[in-house]
């Protein structure tokens, strides 16, 4: 196990939630894309937006492939 894995279980157990493989990698996979398409900072918040979503009923795989989508096509301001 890496320490990222070890990290996600203990805090899952801590927190009493269960631990979704598939769901980490696809917020790990957003933060990644957002983090180099728009900017470092943006990635944690980004991932806290989500999980804000997900938790509002907002299903995860969408709303992370509309988000991404949103990331790859970012322009910034001039």
């Known amino acids: 196990m890496s320490t990222l894995d070890d990290w ?3 805090l899952c157990a801590d ?3 269960a631990l979704d493989d598939a769901a980490t990698r ?3 996979d957003l933060a990644r894309v957002v983090a180099h398409q728009v900017d470092r900072p943006a ?3 980004t991932a806290y937006i989500l999980g804000a979503a997900v938790g509002g009923g907002q299903p ?3 709303t992370a492939a509309r988000i ?3 990331a790859e096509n970012w322009e910034p301001r001039a």
């Open 8 to 10: 996600t279980h203990a």
């Open 15 to 17: 927190l009493g939630l």
């Open 26 to 28: 696809v917020v790990l």
């Open 43 to 45: 990635a944690p918040l």
């Open 60 to 62: 995860l795989a969408d």
């Open 68 to 70: 991404r989508q949103l």
